[in-house]
């Protein structure tokens, strides 16, 4: 037992440069999946929220715990400067759509989507697997409009991927010009 702990503690004391995620050029993967927004479920489909421009995609451990919660707060009070920028915001996690669906209202005030992934596969597919069973990690990614990774940010402060995210889409904007 006391090795078991060792090594848990071993691998929680790597730097988060040292987990792996998606770098900017790489390919989004594309994905649809149970989503809400305001309480209403729909399926989110990358590729059409593509078509209307670039996609903020974050993904967060489990809603309505703290750190989620003040993330979804930030990005819902954040959702109009991304909008004014062009870009679209989603959240997505290992939670059920029925969780979701409240936490849509609730923490993301009706301002952006959630989605949902219960099985894991866009959490995989996007390297955003947590150590901890049925959670993702906390990374942020910035997908432009050509399908590709044009910022990824990861780190255990939730204010910092609204900042981070929303620096990023500025400077997607002003390349695009």
């Known amino acids: 037992m006391r090795l078991a702990h060792l090594a848990a503690a071993a691998v929680?004391?790597?730097p988060l440069s040292a987990w792996p995620a998606l770098k900017p050029g790489d390919a989004?993967?594309?994905?649809r999946?149970?989503?809400a927004v305001g309480g209403q479920?729909?399926?989110?489909?990358l590729a059409e929220a593509l078509k209307k421009g670039p996609v903020v995609l974050y993904f967060f451990p489990k809603a309505f715990t703290k750190g989620c919660t003040i993330e979804a707060n930030a990005f819902a009070e954040a959702t109009p400067r991304f909008a004014a920028l062009g870009a679209a915001v989603v959240g997505l996690s290992h939670d059920g759509i029925d969780t979701l669906r409240k936490f849509s209202v609730e923490e993301c005030r009706d301002?952006?989507?959630v989605a949902s992934d219960p099985k894991a596969r866009t959490i995989q597919a996007y390297d955003a697997a947590s150590l901890l069973p049925g959670m993702a990690s906390r990374i942020s990614y910035v997908i432009g409009q050509d399908g590709r990774i044009a910022f990824a940010h990861e780190g255990s402060n939730p204010l910092q991927h609204v900042?981070?995210?929303l620096k990023a889409v500025q400077r997607l904007?002003?390349?695009r010009r």
């Open 111 to 113: 301002k952006f989507a």
């Open 41 to 45: 479920v729909f399926e989110f489909d």
């Open 12 to 14: 929680l004391a790597l």
């Open 163 to 165: 900042e981070e995210t």
């Open 28 to 31: 989004a993967p594309p994905f």
């Open 33 to 35: 999946t149970p989503a």
């Open 173 to 175: 904007g002003s390349a």
